[in-house]
């Protein structure tokens, strides 16, 4: 059986594949031969989850699912949020890393969360699923597994940030494994 994923990033797909692994083979756009940069032009995730999700079901005919995700700080009116990818200006994870410990420097609440929005299409029929981990922000980068922002977002209940925990267990915990753990839900019940 296999899924496809609207995703142009490794990282998101590595994660999708080891949550998948056993029972669904996942294509990723770059497997379908699609190199689009898919418009995000949405005011939410859950809108562009849904722009990724549709323009490959215009363009290739065939179900999939989009990931649409960011970090939402509490001290940063929920920033970086939608524009995660491109924070500073440009998508580079460090830049805008970067970017986000100047913004938090001296400030004391550090809380915030990461969200995942999937959007599913099957049979044209449109479902989302949400997934959200709280957490806070750290006032250093530390680990070096992962992406984003991982480095500095440490869960709530643990002592090590998302980049030093092993993918294994930010899967056992993350945005996007709860958003996925509802879409596989769902999808055997579907079966
Ligand atoms: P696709 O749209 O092709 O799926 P993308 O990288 O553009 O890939 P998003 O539009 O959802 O994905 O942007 C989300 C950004 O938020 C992403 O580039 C990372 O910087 C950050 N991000 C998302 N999930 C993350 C995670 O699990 N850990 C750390 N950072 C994450």
């Given at each position: 059986?296999?899924?496809?994923?609207?995703?142009?990033?490794?990282?998101?797909?590595?994660?999708?594949?080891?949550?998948?692994?056993?029972?669904?083979?996942?294509?990723?756009?770059?497997?379908?031969?699609?190199?689009?940069?898919?418009?995000?032009?949405?005011?939410?995730?859950?809108?562009?989850?849904?722009?990724?999700?549709?323009?490959?079901?215009?363009?290739?005919?065939?179900?999939?699912?989009?990931?649409?995700?960011?970090?939402?700080?509490?001290?940063?009116?929920?920033?970086?949020?939608?524009?995660?990818?491109?924070?500073?200006?440009?998508?580079?994870?460090?830049?805008?890393?970067?970017?986000?410990?100047?913004?938090?420097?001296?400030?004391?609440?550090?809380?915030?969360r990461f969200r995942t929005v999937i959007s599913l299409i099957r049979n044209q029929e449109h479902f989302?699923?949400?997934?959200?981990?709280?957490?806070?922000?750290?006032?250093?980068?530390?680990?070096?597994?992962?992406?984003?922002?991982?480095?500095?977002?440490?869960?709530?209940?643990?002592?090590?940030?998302?980049?030093?925990?092993?993918?294994?267990?930010?899967?056992?915990?993350?945005?996007?494994?709860?958003?996925?753990?509802?879409?596989?839900?769902?999808?055997?019940?579907?079966?």
């Amino acid at each position: 059986r296999e899924l496809v994923f609207a995703t142009n990033n490794q990282h998101k797909t590595q994660e999708v594949r080891s949550l998948l692994l056993g029972q669904y083979k996942v294509l990723n756009l770059n497997d379908i031969g699609c190199d689009a940069d898919i418009p995000e032009t949405g005011s939410s995730f859950a809108e562009n989850a849904a722009l990724k999700s549709q323009y490959v079901v215009d363009h290739y005919r065939i179900d999939c699912f989009a990931d649409d995700s960011g970090l939402e700080i509490e001290a940063l009116n929920q920033e970086p949020g939608i524009f995660s990818a491109r924070y500073s200006g440009i998508r580079n994870d460090q830049e805008n890393l970067s970017l986000v410990l100047r913004k938090m420097e001296g400030q004391s609440n550090r809380k915030a969360r990461f969200r995942t929005v999937i959007s599913l299409i099957r049979n044209q029929e449109h479902f989302l699923f949400e997934g959200i981990i709280y957490g806070n922000i750290r006032e250093t980068p530390a680990g070096a597994q992962g992406f984003g922002y991982d480095p500095i977002f440490e869960p709530e209940g643990y002592t090590q940030t998302f980049a030093e925990m092993s993918m294994e267990q930010k899967n056992r915990i993350s945005h996007r494994a709860l958003a996925m753990n509802k879409l596989i839900t769902f999808l055997k019940e579907q079966a």
